[in-house]
């Protein structure tokens, strides 16, 4: 078995995808720090894609900057992945831990991250004829980030392909479950909140009056 460093274990599972993470799980070599900063990527590409993308192609960006999208399409949705596919695992008796499956998961995201840096760059330099490379960059980045990531949940779980496959569409479906209960959970929160501020406004002016 390779006798990688932690860093060259994350080139080794991007290029080697199938043995690359079967290496990984085995060898314990997984990241959290390295995983981390992935995501911490994953925030600043939601920005540089949305923000600071060529003028050529999005010129009508809105003047007033709004980070908590960002951190909805990157933290909270990254979490939320990795919540439900550990709850779900639990009806496939899945192997992987929550540490696990976010490590393996992050490190599936590289290339969809550096791919869409890439364009935002090369969107300042491609005039629009050109765009079609920008497009299959991203293309080929996304790809690859699927491949990586049914690879590293059949190898932190243990699966066989079909059932990685049945999983992953469980935990899309959870998410949106998870996802809905905040909302609602958010909603009911805020309202509590409305409620006891007019309790207090109200008490505050009958005590002036």
């Known amino acids: 078995m390779l006798d990688l460093t932690r860093g060259q274990f994350v080139k080794h599972v991007i290029m080697h995808p199938f043995e690359g993470f079967e290496d990984l799980r085995?060898?314990?070599?997984?990241?959290?720090?390295?995983?981390?900063?992935?995501?911490?990527?994953?925030?600043?590409?939601?920005?540089?894609?949305?923000?600071?993308?060529?003028?050529?192609?999005?010129s009508d960006y809105d003047k007033m900057f709004n980070i908590v999208p960002y951190i909805f399409k990157s933290f909270i949705l990254?979490?939320?992945?990795?919540?439900?596919?550990?709850?779900?695992?639990?009806?496939f008796d899945g192997e992987g831990s929550m540490k696990n499956i976010f490590i393996n998961s992050a490190y599936a995201l590289i290339p969809?991250?550096?791919?869409?840096?890439?364009g935002t760059v090369m969107s300042h330099f491609l005039i629009k004829d050109e765009y079609v490379f920008?497009?299959?960059?991203?293309?080929?980045?996304?790809?690859w980030t699927f491949v990586l990531l049914i690879s590293g949940i059949k190898a932190?779980?243990?699966?066989?392909?079909?059932?990685?496959?049945?999983?992953?569409?469980?935990t899309l479906v959870a998410m949106i479950a998870m996802l809905f209960l905040l909302v609602l959970l958010l909603t009911l929160f805020q309202q509590v909140l409305i409620f006891i501020f007019s309790i207090y406004t109200e008490l505050s002016y009958r005590i002036r009056v």
């Not at 949305?50 to 003028?55: D, I, T």
């Not at 960059?137 to 790809?143: F, K, R």
């Not at 392909?161 to 469980?170: D, E, I, N, R, V």
């Open 78 to 91: 990254f979490g939320t992945w990795v919540v439900a596919n550990w709850a779900m695992c639990t009806l």
């Open 26 to 58: 085995w060898k314990k070599a997984g990241s959290m720090r390295i995983a981390i900063v992935v995501v911490c990527l994953l925030f600043i590409q939601q920005i540089a894609y949305e923000r600071l993308y060529g003028f050529q192609y999005y």
């Open 134 to 143: 920008i497009q299959a960059v991203e293309i080929i980045g996304l790809c």
């Open 112 to 118: 969809y991250v550096a791919a869409y840096l890439i």
């Open 156 to 170: 932190v779980h243990q699966f066989s392909l079909g059932k990685t496959l049945a999983l992953m569409l469980l």
